[in-house]
């Protein structure tokens, strides 16, 4: 089992991001459906879920996430 704190932060990850998807005017599916077109990115909304629940994307991931959303990582 994992440590509270841990738990803890990649449920705020998880929170931070769905609030970047919502903010961009984006559903979770519309989201992942521009990122498989333009990133190759699997097309699976429960695969993605779960990585945000664990908070297992990669910086590389992220920036792409962020791109499609409207955003630039600094």
Known sequence: MRCKETMNKNKTF????????????LTMTET?????????????????????KNGTLR????????EVLGYEIV
């Not at 998880?14 to 919502?22: L, R, T």
């Not at 910086?59 to 962020?66: D, F, G, I, P, R």
């Open 59 to 66: 910086y590389s991931e992220m920036t792409e996430l962020a």
């Open 32 to 52: 992942l459906r521009r990122l498989s077109e333009r990133c190759g990115w699997s097309p699976n909304l429960s695969n993605f879920s779960v990585r945000l």
């Open 14 to 25: 998880q929170n931070e991001i769905k609030s970047y998807i919502v903010r961009s005017g």
